[in-house]
């Protein structure tokens, strides 16, 4: 916690001064009971709890103590939404997308877990969406219309066109070109000519990329590390998401289920998470290991609800000023109702 004027702080000494009074007030009320003559009421008035006493003062220098960190203008870093933010969903929709592994399907997983994403996300944050097999594809340019981002991944379906495969490093190094455009900044020519380092400046404050893939690469320009470095070198983290299980079998892959008799895929359709881990380590990002729906949608959860925001300083002088009059007002109201009476 920081403050906009420190030397208020001094204020504080007020309270050991209030204490001090109090001890005093104590002091001459002892001497005073002392000398009552009335020996049974005064054992009545002091057999009384006696805790009960102290509790109101207590909270009357609590909320003394608040008032003063209050006029001192307090400060706290936290989590805002940032309005120049782009985040670049990555979905692979390749043919392994149709196991159902993951209930109800890997697709249909991802997008539930991509639903839970948009709604924890800021409003203001400008979202994308690349869906990639074989090559990739822009389905929504970077937008802050949310609904239409989610529309987009609802319509997205398995691909089986262009030969099929998988192509991650392309499907990175298109994200970062959709990013870099997005936040304003020049020097993607491509993929094979794409020159990050001719970029004015690293696009790490204002881009992030979100990529999700069940599956090895098998086909594309770029390796996934080296789509990982091209993104490292425009300074854009990458957050990775492994989804699908190691070894588990398919029964519903539409193209070689019927072939093997219903028997289903299992190593040739796993996810590759030493990959993808690797991606987000070079880049900066994190990594996670989805192997259910639950994790999926865990994961994209955790990070709407942080990526999209940078860290801010935030007063917070109104929240100490309601928290002394609340604590005032208990001082009062306690005072009055355990004040002692005479019989």
């Known amino acids: 916690m920081t403050f906009s004027q420190p030397l208020l702080l001094l204020s504080l000494l007020v309270v050991p001064l209030a204490v001090g009074l109090y001890l005093l007030a104590e002091r001459r009320r002892m001497r005073y009971a002392v000398r009552y003559t009335n020996v049974d009421l005064l054992a009545s008035v002091s057999g009384r709890r006696q805790w009960r006493r102290v509790v109101p003062p207590v909270a009357f220098l ?3 103590a608040t008032l003063c960190v209050a006029v001192a203008r307090p400060h706290v870093r936290t989590l805002v939404p940032d309005q120049h933010a782009t985040i670049v969903l990555v979905l692979d929709v390749s043919g392994s997308m149709e196991a159902n592994d993951v209930k109800p399907s890997r697709l249909a997983a991802a997008q539930q ?30 937008t802050t219309d949310h609904a239409l981002v989610e529309q987009a991944v609802d319509e997205a379906a398995v691909q089986m066109g262009d030969g099929g495969g998988t192509a991650i490093g ?8 959709l990013g870099e455009s997005s936040a304003g900044i020049q020097g993607s020519r491509g993929l094979t000519a794409f020159d990050p380092v001719a970029a004015p400046a690293p696009a790490s404050t204002l881009v ?40 588990g079998t398919i029964t519903n892959f539409p193209f ?29 990002g994190q990594f996670f290991d989805a192997r259910s729906a639950g994790a999926a949608r865990n ?45």
């Open 170 to 177: 392309d499907a990175l190094a298109a994200a970062v070109k």
């Open 256 to 284: 070689f289920g019927g072939m093997l008799g219903g028997a289903g895929l299992s190593q040739a359709l796993a996810p590759d998470p030493k990959t993808l881990h690797a991606i987000a380590r070079t880049t900066g």
């Open 62 to 64: 609590l909320a003394l």
């Open 208 to 247: 992030t990329i979100l990529f999700l893939s069940d599956g090895h690469q098998t086909r594309g320009e770029l390796s996934p590390l080296q789509g990982a470095d091209v993104a490292k070198r425009a300074g854009i983290p990458v957050y990775t998401i492994a989804l699908g299980t190691q070894g």
């Open 113 to 142: 877990a991509i639903r839970v994403f948009l709604k924890k996300v800021p409003p203001q944050v400008k979202l994308g969406l690349i869906v990639f097999s074989g090559v990739p594809e822009v389905a929504t340019p970077p």
């Open 299 to 343: 994961a994209y959860a955790r990070l709407g609800s942080s990526l999209g925001r940078k860290s801010a300083r935030h007063e917070v002088t109104s929240d100490f000023v309601l928290g002394a009059a609340a604590l005032l007002l208990a001082a009062l109201g306690l005072g009055a109702l355990w004040a002692p009476r005479l019989p």
